[in-house]
């Protein structure tokens, strides 16, 4: 399976900022929509941000609006996450996700199941 590769994630005080870097293979997912995720220890894993392939529509969750900027460069397809005013309740493993079965959708998947590769997670931690 085509392998995304996540990079950024550190330790950082609260208020404080990070940007996460997703680079994929080749162009495999230049027409394809592209998300970040996050997991908590003992929480469900949930959608912070997506973007549709043209970067033209994007999701924010409700925890981020404000915070946080997805944004994605297709000459090199890679797709970013700004995080901005960071908390401590930010802190997670970070993961990419991007969706290979439609191609050149419009749309900005929240869910989960819409994606079907996945990198193996970058930890963020937020100190307060």
């Known amino acids: 399976q085509v392998q995304l590769v996540e990079s950024g994630g550190g330790l950082v005080q609260a208020g404080g900022s990070l940007r996460l870097s997703c680079a994929t293979p080749?162009?495999?997912?230049?027409?394809?929509?592209m998300a970040w995720f996050r997991q908590a220890p003992g929480k469900d894993r949930e959608c912070v941000a997506a973007?549709?392939?043209?970067?033209?529509?994007?999701y924010y969750g409700d925890s981020v609006k404000g915070r946080f900027t997805i944004s994605r460069d297709n000459a090199v397809i890679t797709v970013y996450l700004q995080m901005n005013s960071l908390k401590p309740e930010d802190t997670a493993v970070y993961y990419c996700?991007?969706?290979?079965?439609?191609?050149?959708?419009?749309?900005?998947?929240?869910?989960?199941?819409?994606?079907?590769?996945w990198g193996q997670g970058t930890q963020v931690t937020v100190s307060s």
């Open positions: 996700a991007a969706d290979s079965k439609r191609r050149y959708s419009g749309s900005a998947y929240s869910a989960e199941s819409e994606y079907d590769h």
């Open positions: 973007i549709s392939w043209t970067g033209a529509t994007t």
């Open positions: 080749g162009r495999t997912f230049s027409a394809s929509a």
